[in-house]
């Protein structure tokens, strides 16, 4: 089947610091043919590929790691 629309912006997004990290949480996109993913980015550059309504910590900008909520 073909997909017709873009699904929906992720919404109610946070974004905190915490111990010099970045934490990042989110409610997850929504689209009639499901979400597969979420991509993270930094200054135009991908970090990271995430499964939906997850947190993802961005340590000092450089690396990550994501914790599923």
């Given at each position: 089947?073909?997909?017709?629309?873009?699904?929906?912006?992720?919404?109610?997004?946070?974004a905190?610091?915490?111990?010099?990290?970045?934490?990042?949480?989110?409610?997850?996109?929504?689209?009639?043919?499901?979400?597969?993913?979420?991509?993270?980015?930094?200054?135009?550059?991908?970090?990271?590929?995430t499964?939906?309504?997850?947190?993802?910590?961005?340590?000092?900008?450089?690396?990550?790691?994501?914790?599923p909520?």
């Amino acid at each position: 089947m073909e997909d017709l629309f873009a699904p929906t912006a992720p919404v109610s997004v946070t974004a905190a610091s915490r111990q010099k990290k970045l934490v990042l949480s989110w409610n997850p996109s929504t689209d009639y043919n499901g979400v597969k993913e979420h991509q993270v980015f930094v200054n135009d550059e991908l970090v990271m590929t995430t499964g939906d309504n997850e947190q993802v910590i961005l340590n000092d900008m450089k690396g990550y790691e994501h914790i599923p909520s």
